[in-house]
């Protein structure tokens, strides 16, 4: 058994950019050579989120559209403390959750041939982000 | 310390259809043989989520109706691309997310009382479906 | 490796009370001597959920705010059944999720400086509250 801790660096635009990072955090498995174990892919920050969904173009921009709808940018109380607008960029990625754990086997993710894992960053402009990628197995 | 990975087969009637898979996993706990550790519990495929919840007729109906609510069946760009009508599946699931971390302890998963772990199948048609069941510890 | 499975004790104001958690789940890492690896916080229970946020006062109203109108106080069916009142409390719980992994290195937690672990008790009334922090790692 072996924990290796890996890092994934993006370059988003923010405002619900979606990212799929499935090959990325599929890469960092291959190269940490375990074959079963659970991975912990875990966003550095209050305002991304990670889940997963089937990747194509329509459902990223429902997604998008669907959040805007339950949580629309506006006046919050966030915003009022600190003038910089992103109230509800802090609610979208509190209440999808940070971080997800996916199992591996034979040193593949277990994951259904139309689901990839997403990062989406909700904030308000463009940003360098962290994502953590930790195996954990044998 | 070991990693043991299983899975549970769920024949769903789709549509929101919430199965107690509680049994199922801690019979898997069972079979390893682990005493102390974590189980991650993780749907495969994009239209589907695990949670716990108090798993009683009435709350069922209740988790129905609020992903009915907030995420109506209805027009997606996902539709559009596919036609299959599902859009509002993909969204539910993305939303609540595909899996679930319970740590286990003396060979009992520690949940409350009234705390399930449920399958929510809210694609628009029957499924069979395969739930990862992976336990790790000693 | 391994597993170390430990407690934190919250009392709680129910309705909505969010409570940071992050120095107490740092306490039982350090106490747990682990350097590398994952620490699973679930909550006991199924009328809480755990989450991320940045931890402040206008946020925490948001988080409160938000609920109460995506999932209002009313009628749902668990309440015709049971008569306790929490419907509502139930259904924010299962979406929100009660558990969360956060991966550590070199002992500490890998979160975003403004990023902090939050429970949050969705009952009705005053509640004891026992929250799993279990440390599995090397």
Chains 1, 2, 3 share one sequence.
């Not at 090959?23 to 305002?47: E, F, H, I, M, N």
């Not at 403390?81 to 277990?110: K, T, Y």
């Not at 994951?111 to 994502?131: A, M, N, P, V, Y």
Request: charge should be negative; charged fraction near 20%; include cysteine.
């Amino acid at each position: 058994m072996a924990v290796v801790t890996e890092y994934l660096h993006l370059s988003t635009g923010g405002n619900g950019d979606i990212e799929d990072i499935t090959s990325g955090v599929q890469d960092k498995l291959a190269a940490s050579g375990l074959r079963d174990g659970v991975v912990t892919v875990s966003a550095v920050g209050s305002t991304a989120a990670v889940t997963t969904c089937e990747y194509e173009p329509g459902l990223v921009k429902d997604i998008k559209a669907l959040l805007d709808r339950l949580i629309p940018r506006g006046e919050y109380h966030h915003d009022q403390a600190w003038g910089d607008g992103n109230g509800h960029s802090h609610l979208r990625a509190s209440l999808m959750g940070p971080s997800l754990s996916i199992p591996f086997s034979g040193g593949q993710l277990i994951l259904g041939t139309w689901q990839q894992i997403i990062f989406i960053d909700w904030d308000t402009r463009s940003r360098k982000r962290q994502i953590v990628v930790q195996m954990m197995g044998e």
